[in-house]
Each structure stands twice: as C-alpha cells, then as structure tokens.
C-alpha cells in the first residue's frame, strides 16, 4: 500500500531554514507527479508546493511561499523534499506531502517561533 513518511520538521526561528523530506514507498514514486500541502491550526489545506513527475520536474509554488521554498525529488531514492528558507510565523503549519491521486502522509510539525 502506498507509505508516505515525512521528516524533518522541528522549531525555528523567524528567518531560518529547514528541510522536508518524504519518504515514499507502494507505489512507482516516479510516475506520480508530488506536492507539498500544510495545515495550520483552524485553517484549511493549503496547497505549498507541486513537483511534475516529467524529466523536466516543472514546479508550481504559492504566492507565499515562491522565492522561499523549493521543492524537489530524487527518484531514485523515492523521496521528496522541502526546502524552506527565510520562514516567519505564518508558516507553521503541519506539512504533509502528497500524492498526485490524493494520499498523503502523517505529517510533520513546523514551528517558527522566537
């Protein structure tokens, strides 16, 4: 079944770094396009971040978070990642990533507190 595991959340201050990564297994990771999607508490899904599955791994950010995060994969490791710079408060969220028909996995925590 298909597995999706992130990692790599964790407390940081306003204008830090962090780097996300999923772990992905049950499916063929590299015929599936990846997103990055977050919750913060008493919002909605946001949709963070999409990674097409094509050689040319086309990339589509949010408004907020273009300039800052990228994403990425490594297919060969059937892995996604995050990576988040410059963050400031309104990025805490939890982060999941997601697969292109919709699963995603537990999550990992991001807090971006002083």
């Known amino acids: 079944q298909v597995q999706l595991v992130e990692s790599g959340g964790g407390l940081v201050q306003p204008g830090g770094s962090l780097k996300l990564s999923c772990a992905a297994s049950?499916?063929?990771?590299?015929?599936?396009?990846m997103s990055w999607v977050r919750q913060a508490p008493g919002k909605g899904l946001e949709l963070v971040a999409t990674?097409?599955?094509?050689?040319?791994?086309?990339?589509v950010y949010a408004d907020s978070v273009k300039g800052r995060f990228t994403i990425s994969r490594d297919n060969a490791k059937n892995t996604l990642y995050l990576q988040m710079n410059s963050l400031n408060a309104e990025d805490s969220a939890v982060y999941y990533c997601?697969?292109?028909?919709?699963?995603r996995g537990q999550g990992t925590q991001v807090t971006v507190s002083s």
């Open positions: 997601r697969k292109a028909s919709g699963e």
């Open positions: 049950g499916f063929a990771f590299s015929s599936y396009s």
């Open positions: 990674i097409s599955s094509s050689g040319d791994r086309t990339t």
